[in-house]
């Protein structure tokens, strides 16, 4: 689905940026308590912040039950806690590396990394939900890795562009551009050049977007845009999203420029 080598150029910062802020959680940005240990002995003890914590284990014993014990502890001031074995995390981390597959999707690699968490738990505990949930980068997008490949195959045309944008007010808020080659893999993951835009009013930025992408891009196929943030947001996180998106398509918030065929009679085409 994911190109192992993928091209990602001309991308604009602030679109890149915004777009992050919507569709990925970084553990790194997370208040987290992190508890290092080996065999039982703690070896670290630490809010990522810096901030005073109730450190009520003395010996990590049961690093699940120890990470809830922790974090209930702490609740009001941090989103998650981490307890890593020191061994166990060595031990992963080798895993990775000797997981890796010349020529594989890139998702396919790193859908692995984090389903190989659930290998650890024992030595990569962390509270509330289980490593895989809460570790690295989380996508925002309210559907399983699953659900997502099964409607790139359903959905995207080989051979063809998406574009994706959100507004804010008449001007656009982030964009994305995923271009898929003849296998439906993402072989270009960038963002629209808002420099490129000289339209203004909702419709023509729309129509230069567009236009923009076809000639660098190639067709295309698939062009849908949010009218603000919330309406983005809110299609992330419906459970059913073509339900979702007809019906913010009824309330004019979702625009729908172009559809595949497989797609049309789903959701409704401006």
């Known amino acids: 689905m994911l190109h192992e080598n993928p091209l990602m150029a001309d991308i604009d910062v602030d679109h890149w940026r915004n777009l992050q802020t919507l569709l990925v959680r970084s553990a790194k940005a997370s208040r987290r ?14 809010h990522s912040k810096r901030e005073e914590i109730v450190r009520n284990v003395d010996r990590v014993n049961d690093a699940q039950a120890d990470a809830e014990r922790i974090y209930r502890a702490n ?18 981390f080798a895993g990775i590396q000797e997981g890796w597959h010349y020529g594989e999707d890139l998702d396919v ?10 290998d650890f738990a024992d030595g990569i505990a962390t509270y509330p939900g289980p490593a895989r949930s809460q570790l ?32 804010e007010g008449d001007e ?37 977007a567009i236009a923009w992408a076809d000639d660098r891009y190639g067709r295309c196929d698939l062009a849908v845009f949010f009218a603000d943030v919330a309406t983005a947001r809110a299609m992330l996180a419906a459970s059913d999203k073509l339900a979702a998106g007809r019906e913010a398509a009824a309330r004019g918030e979702l625009i729908v420029s172009r559809a595949p065929a497989a797609l049309t009679g789903f959701l409704p085409t401006a």
């Open 75 to 92: 609740a009001d001031k941090v989103d998650f806690v981490a307890v890593f074995e020191r061994n166990a995390f060595d031990q992963y």
């Open 33 to 46: 308590i992190i508890v290092i240990h080996e065999k039982g002995e703690i070896l670290k003890f630490v």
């Open 172 to 208: 656009l808020w982030t964009t994305l551009v995923l271009h898929f080659d003849a296998d439906r893999r993402a072989d270009v993951v960038t963002t629209v050049d808002p420099s490129q835009i000289e339209a203004t009013g909702r419709e023509a930025v729309i129509e230069a």
């Open 136 to 167: 690295g980068l989380q996508w925002r997008i309210g559907a399983r890795y699953e659900d997502v490949e099964a409607a790139v195959q359903r959905f995207i045309t080989p051979e063809s562009t998406l574009l994706a944008g959100v507004f």
């Open 109 to 118: 690699f790193v859908h692995r990394t984090y389903a190989m968490l659930d």
